[in-house]
């Protein structure tokens, strides 16, 4: 088994790709109007907006902007760097770059749905190693 995707639920899926576009440095292949996807080597970051949850049994499938667990990761060469770069896309910055005790530089924030983001940097060989 592999994990293939996470796909987000949101009533605005326009807003919310291009701030993960702007986020990432990626872009997104736009399947629908109403579903958009964000292809990378190990998994993929889907966007369906609320209108697909009719194909699912309903809105009470799920509700956007509710997540309150979920933490979406991405690793990236230089995480203050991409810091500098996305800083005025960032409306609530949960944590600046900062080293972790596990060795990465990570950059905790909230997208506009309020979804907690994790940009990381591996900095120690052990936490190089584990990915």
């Given at each position: 088994?592999?994990?293939?995707s996470?796909?987000?639920?949101?009533?605005d899926?326009?807003?919310?790709v291009k701030?993960?576009?702007?986020v990432?440095?990626?872009?997104?292949?736009?399947?629908?109007?109403?579903?958009?996807?964000?292809?990378t080597a190990?998994?993929a970051?889907a966007i369906?907006?609320t209108?697909?949850?009719?194909?699912f049994?309903g809105?009470a499938?799920?509700a956007?902007?509710?997540?309150?667990?979920v933490?979406?990761?991405?690793?990236?060469?230089?995480?203050?760097?991409?810091?500098?770069?996305?800083?005025?896309?960032?409306v609530?910055v949960v944590?600046?770059?900062?080293?972790?005790?596990?060795?990465?530089?990570?950059?905790?924030?909230r997208?506009?749905?309020?979804?907690?983001?994790?940009?990381?940097t591996p900095l120690t060989?052990?936490?190089?190693?584990?990915?």
């Amino acid at each position: 088994m592999r994990l293939s995707s996470l796909r987000i639920i949101t009533a605005d899926i326009k807003a919310l790709v291009k701030f993960y576009e702007t986020v990432t440095g990626l872009s997104f292949t736009w399947y629908t109007d109403d579903f958009a996807q964000l292809n990378t080597a190990v998994a993929a970051l889907a966007i369906g907006s609320t209108r697909t949850l009719a194909l699912f049994g309903g809105n009470a499938v799920a509700a956007a902007a509710s997540n309150r667990s979920v933490i979406i990761e991405f690793q990236v060469d230089d995480v203050d760097l991409r810091y500098q770069q996305i800083t005025e896309v960032l409306v609530d910055v949960v944590q600046p770059p900062t080293t972790m005790p596990w060795g990465n530089r990570s950059l905790l924030f909230r997208d506009p749905d309020g979804n907690l983001v994790n940009l990381f940097t591996p900095l120690t060989q052990e936490a190089k190693e584990r990915r």
